[in-house]
């Protein structure tokens, strides 16, 4: 058996919980969120990966996560490896990441923008298998009609994350629909 690649990973507390960033040549290869560090390497084994802790190879990427969470930053700078996905998957999260910080837009409409305007549920899937949560931002993606819809990290993150980038909500619980973008 071939030996696994090397994956640097390390956190960051969130006021919402631990968030989790493992690396491998360059690129973020996993974002967690409220996941214990025991959990976290467990999945990185399962992708194929050896995790070492290395909290300086992760560190610019921690870095840009806790400019965001203060809200001097809207967007990232670094590499996400989206090349595990299908290529539906990976439509989906390039799609979702060019919606800019304070906007929201529909399942529906990442569906239309894809060229897959009837699979908005399967939209709905692929932003669940996001392997980079916050740094690819499907908590930017909404039921139409303005339901938050859900989001893996739980609803609260979601909430927290649209609040944090100015986007507001009616109810904390429901928002309009507002795309901005293409």
Same mark, same amino acid.
């Given at each position: 058996?071939?030996?696994?690649? *090397?994956? =640097? ?7 919402? @919980?631990?968030?989790? /960033? ?7 290869? =996993? *974002? ?15 992708? @194929?990966?050896?995790? /070492? ?24 700078? *670094? ?12 439509? *989906? &999260?390039?799609?979702? =990441?060019?919606?800019?910080? @304070?906007?929201?837009?529909? #399942?529906?409409?990442? $569906? ?5 305007? %009837?699979? #908005? %549920? ?9 392997? $980079?949560? /916050? ?9 139409? @009609?303005? %339901? ?12 927290? &994350? ?17 795309? %901005?973008?293409?």
């Amino acid at each position: 058996m071939p030996d696994r690649p *090397v994956v =640097r990973y390390g956190s960051l507390n969130a006021p919402f @919980g631990t968030i989790s /960033v493992a690396v491998a040549d360059g690129k973020v290869v =996993r *974002v967690s969120l409220r996941q214990s560090e025991h959990k976290f390497t467990e999945a990185l084994l399962r992708d @194929g990966y050896r995790p /070492v802790r290395d909290d300086a190879a992760v560190a610019p990427v921690l870095t840009q996560i806790e400019e965001y969470l203060r809200g001097e930053r809207t967007t990232f700078d *670094v590499d996400v490896d989206l090349s595990r996905l299908t290529p539906f998957n990976r439509a *989906v &999260l390039e799609e979702a =990441r060019r919606i800019p910080a @304070g906007s929201v837009a529909s #399942y529906a409409e990442i $569906a239309r923008r894809i060229g897959k305007p %009837r699979a #908005y %549920r399967a939209v709905g899937n692929a932003l669940a298998s996001n392997p $980079a949560p /916050v740094v690819v931002p499907c908590h930017r993606v909404v039921s139409t @009609g303005g %339901r938050m819809g859900g989001y893996t990290g739980g609803l609260d993150i979601k909430l927290h &994350l649209l609040a944090l980038e100015g986007f507001a909500t009616s109810t904390g619980k429901r928002a309009r629909v507002r795309s %901005r973008g293409r």
